[in-house]
């Protein structure tokens, strides 16, 4: 099994989903490269699949967010040249 599965596997059985959201804010937190977003957008998924939690689904989608902008900003004036 894979590392990413068996991290996969390990955050599907967390119960309290607010833990779990604060686990996923600090994997979006460590975020550094687009192939992270990647891992991040599944986790944020199945975290939906899970909970249904509509509130706590748009706060992750939107921390997702800032922090693809965040990184995105630093390369983006480098294009613009």
């Known amino acids: 099994?894979?590392?990413?599965?068996?991290?996969?596997?390990?955050?599907?059985?967390?119960?309290n989903k607010k833990n779990l959201h604060d686990w996923i804010t600090k994997?979006?937190?460590s975020c550094r490269d687009d192939f992270h977003f990647e891992g991040?957008?599944?986790?944020?998924?199945?975290?939906?699949?899970?909970?249904?939690?509509?509130?706590l689904y748009v706060d992750l989608k939107l921390k997702r967010s800032e922090k693809w902008n965040e990184i995105h900003v630093i390369i983006a004036p480098h294009l613009n040249k």
């Open 40 to 55: 991040v957008d599944r986790i944020i998924e199945l975290f939906n699949d899970r909970h249904k939690d509509e509130e």
């Open 27 to 29: 994997i979006i937190e």
């Open 1 to 15: 099994m894979k590392k990413q599965e068996k991290l996969l596997i390990k955050i599907l059985k967390m119960d």
